[in-house]
T-cell receptor, first 115, second 115 residues
Framework: DTEVTQTPKHLVMGMTNKKSLKCEQHMGHRAMYWYKQKAKKPPELMFVYSYEKLSINESVPSRFSPECPNSSLLNLHLHALQPEDSALYLC??????????????FGPGTRLTVT | AQKVTQAQTEISVVEKEDVTLDCVYETRDTTYYLFWYKQPPSGELVFLIRRNSFDEQNEISGRYSWNFQKSTSSFNFTITASQVVDSAVYFCALSEAIFSGKSTFGDGTTLTVKP
């Protein structure tokens, strides 16, 4: 199974809503990532979890809150978002080899629109 | 600091033509990894290849081939006999050898293959 799944595929939320994005992988990868991607731009790293611990937070606003309940699941909790947060949110996973970083496998993304 | 440059913003070819996507990188590390990803219009990033800095052998996978030249800091990607399904945005990326979770992405090259 070389698939990363993400739900929902599309999400429209108001600025006062609370919602969550979900990501799941069953490849035994121990590194999981959240990226934000605007149209015609490369993905921007938001968070990295390594062995279920947050290892990187790229100065992301606190209205984005990641959670890694276990080695297969990754959530992104959203609260009080701004219209500029509208983007494609991509989850990825990879083998976390200390001296051999693997390629990242991406999910299909959640297209988020904040109104 | 690491940097990846994909100078070709957009390329348009006619089906069955060969096309080369350029990638030039900068890093102070002696050991590093290079990647290519494909993002079709559906939005999902697909991992294509990983190459470490000690392995300068060219690689071929079907119609895809990669030319890594350390002397010119380039990792170019060639599609032979292009097909309409190859239309996508292609990203080149660079990461440190020791896992940090961070990859530096180029800005991407949009390839359009016309029938």
């Amino acid at each position: 199974d070389t698939e990363v799944t993400q739900t929902p595929k599309h999400l429209v939320m108001g600025m006062t809503n609370k919602k969550s994005l979900k990501c799941e992988q069953h490849m035994g990868h121990r590194a999981m990532y959240w990226y934000k991607q605007k149209a015609k731009k490369p993905p921007e790293l938001m968070f990295v979890y390594s062995y279920e611990k947050l290892s990187i937070n790229e100065s992301v606003p606190s209205r984005f809150s990641p959670e890694c309940p276990n080695s297969s699941l990754l959530n992104l909790h959203l609260h009080a978002l701004q219209p500029e947060d509208s983007a494609l949110y991509l989850c990825a996973s990879s083998q976390e080899g200390r001296l051999d970083p693997g390629g990242q496998y991406f999910g299909p993304g959640t297209r988020l629109t904040v109104t | 600091a690491q940097k990846v440059t994909q100078a070709q913003t957009e390329i348009s070819v006619v089906e069955k033509e060969d096309v080369t996507l350029d990638c030039v990188y900068e890093t102070r590390d002696t050991t590093y990894y290079l990647f290519w990803y494909k993002q079709p219009p559906s939005g999902e990033l697909v991992f294509l290849i990983r190459r470490n800095s000690f392995d300068e052998q060219n690689e071929i996978s079907g119609r895809y081939s990669w030319n890594f030249q350390k002397s010119t800091s380039s990792f170019n990607f060639t599609i032979t006999a292009s097909q309409v399904v190859d239309s996508a945005v292609y990203f080149c990326a660079l990461s440190e050898a020791i896992f940090s979770g961070k990859s530096t992405f180029g800005d991407g090259t949009t390839l359009t293959v016309k029938p």
